[in-house]
C-alpha cells in the first residue's frame, strides 16, 4: 500500500461514520497531511451540515501548514452552492498545494468540475486512488445519478425447505410466523436505519400490518413505500400512523387523507417497477429495501432490477405453503447468526 492508498482508506473509514445519516448527499471522509502526520480530518455527517473538507480544514490547530499540506478526500470536492459553498473554493482559498481525489462524483452539478477548478488554480492532482473501494462506499449514491433509480436491496425469508410462509386455513390466526430468531431481526431493524426507504405490497401489509420501522436499532426509520393498486389497505393500518413519511402506489385517487402520507397514481396495466422507480427516484431516493412477498420480489428478480439480495434461511420445515422467490445465487458470501444462514447475493461483480 502506497502513502497515498494508506490516506485514501483512512477517508473512507471515517466516510463510514455518516452511514445512514448523509442523505441525499454521499458519505465522504478528508485527511489533511503535512510531512506525512495527519493534522487534520472529518468527515460529512449529515445533509446541509458541514461537509468532510470543511470539518477536516476546521479541525487544523495551526492553519499555517495548510499552505504546505496535502489534503485527501474519498470524493471529488464539489464545485457548486446547495445547502453549503463549494469546498473546491475552501481548498483553493486556504492555497494548499496538493489534492488527493479517490474517486469522481457522478453528480452532473459537479462531475469533474470541482478537480478542473482546483487544477486551475494551480494546485497538484491526483485522482483515482482506491477508485474501486471509494465507488463501492458510495453505490447508493453513484447508482441514483449513473441510473437514475434507488440503490435496490431484496430481502427475506425462508424456512430450510425454501417456503416463506407456511399454508394457513382461513380460520387460523393471521400473525406472521418467525423463520429467524431475534438476533438476525435485528440486524434487519440495522439495515432498515441504513437504507432511505423499504418497499412491501398489499398482501404483506393486509396480513402483517407491519410497521416497517427499526424499534430494534437506532437509527432513523426508513420513509414507506407501499402498493396498493385497489386501495384495500386499511386506515387503521400502521402505515397510516404518520409516524413516518409513506408513499402509497395505487392506481386511482382516493379519499383517505393522511398526515405525512401521499399517494401516487401509476398505471398498473403497464410495467409497474420502472414508474415506481422513476417517482422514487424523483423524491431523491437513493436506497430501498425490498421486504414484500413473493410477487413483487419475484418482479424486480424477473426484470433483473437490484443490486443486492440478503436471504435469510432458519432451521424451521413448513412443508408447503408460499414459495420464496427464485434467484439464481452468483456472486454469493454466506455467514451464520446463531443457526440462521444468512446468504449475501450481489447482482454485479
Known sequence: MNIHEKYIKRCIELAQNGFGTTYPNPMVGSVIVYEDKIIGEGWHKKAGGPHAEVNAIRSVKDKSLLEKATIYVSLEPCSHFGKTPPCCDLIIEHKIPNVIVGTVDPNEKVAGNGIK??????????????????????????????????????????????FLSPEKEDNQDRKPVWITNQYSRQLVHKWRSEEQAILVGTKTVIDDNPKLNVRDW??????????????????????????????????????????????EVIDFKENIIPQILGILHQNQIQSIIIEGGLQTLQS?????????????????????????????????????????????VRNHD
Not at 414459495?323 to 451464520?336: D, E, F, H, M, S
Open 218 to 263: 437506532s437509527g432513523n426509520n426508513p420513509i414507506r413505500v407501499v402498493l396498493d393498486q385497489n386501495n384495500r389497505i386499511s386506515k387503521d393500518s400502521f402505515i397510516f400512523d404518520n409516524c413516518v413519511k409513506t408513499i402509497i402506489f395505487t392506481k386511482s385517487e382516493t379519499s383517505i387523507s393522511a398526515e405525512n402520507t401521499t399517494f
Open 117 to 162: 477548478k482546483i487544477i486551475a488554480s494551480g494546485a497538484n492532482v491526483v485522482v483515482g486512488i482506491l477508485e474501486k473501494e471509494c465507488n463501492e462506499l458510495n453505490k447508493r449514491f453513484f447508482t441514483f445519478h449513473q441510473q437514475k433509480r434507488p440503490y435496490i436491496i431484496l430481502k427475506w425469508a425462508e424456512s430450510q425447505d425454501g
Open 300 to 344: 424486480f428478480i424477473d426484470q433483473n432490477i437490484w443490486d443486492e439480495a440478503r436471504i435469510f434461511v432458519g432451521k424451521l420445515l413448513f412443508g408447503n405453503g408460499t414459495k420464496a422467490p427464485i434467484l439464481q445465487k452468483k456472486n454469493v458470501t454466506k455467514t451464520y447468526i446463531l443457526n440462521d444462514e444468512l446468504i449475501n
